[in-house]
C-alpha cells in the first residue's frame, strides 16, 4: 500500500507564491517518477509537472513553464512544488501521483499508479 498525502494549498493573491508538498509512505519510490496535476472547476485534468528519481530530469507543462519548480528529496519521500508568480487561472485543485512512465512522457491523459487526495489553490485577482 502506497499512501501520498498532498498539503501546501490556500488562498493567495495573483503574483504571490506557494509550495505544496507531497509525501509518500508504505515504501520508497525508487522505480517511480512524481509529479502533478491539476483540475479546475468544470475542467478536465491538466498536467503540470514530473520529476525522475534522481532528479536530473523535470518536465513542465508550458502554462507554468519559468513559474513553477518541481523538486524531491528522497530521504524524506517527499516531492515539492514552488508555484511563483500565481495567477487567476492557476486556480485548482492539485494532485500529486507517481508512474512508471518517463517524466517527459507525462501529459493530461497519463493513468499513474498513484494519486493523492489534493491539496486546493486558490489565487484571486
Known amino acids: 500500500q502506497v499512501q501520498l498525502v498532498e498539503s501546501g494549498g490556500g488562498l493567495v493573491q495573483a503574483g504571490d507564491s506557494l509550495r505544496l508538498s507531497c509525501a509518500a509512505s508504505g515504501r520508497t519510490f525508487s522505480d517511480y517518477a512524481m509529479g502533478w496535476f491539476r483540475q479546475a472547476p468544470g475542467k478536465g485534468r491538466e498536467f503540470v509537472a514530473a520529476i525522475s528519481w534522481s532528479s536530473l530530469i523535470t518536465y513542465n507543462s508550458d502554462s507554468v513553464k519559468g513559474r513553477f519548480t518541481i523538486s524531491r528529496d528522497n530521504a524524506k519521500n517527499t516531492v515539492f512544488l514552488q508555484m511563483n508568480s500565481l495567477k487567476p487561472e492557476d486556480t485548482a485543485v492539485y494532485y500529486c501521483?507517481?508512474?512508471?512512465?518517463?517524466?517527459?512522457?507525462?501529459?493530461?491523459?497519463?493513468?499513474?499508479?498513484?494519486w493523492g487526495q489534493g491539496t486546493q489553490v486558490t489565487v484571486s485577482s
Open positions: 501521483a507517481a508512474s512508471l512512465q518517463h517524466p517527459r512522457m507525462w501529459s493530461d491523459s497519463t493513468a499513474p499508479s498513484y
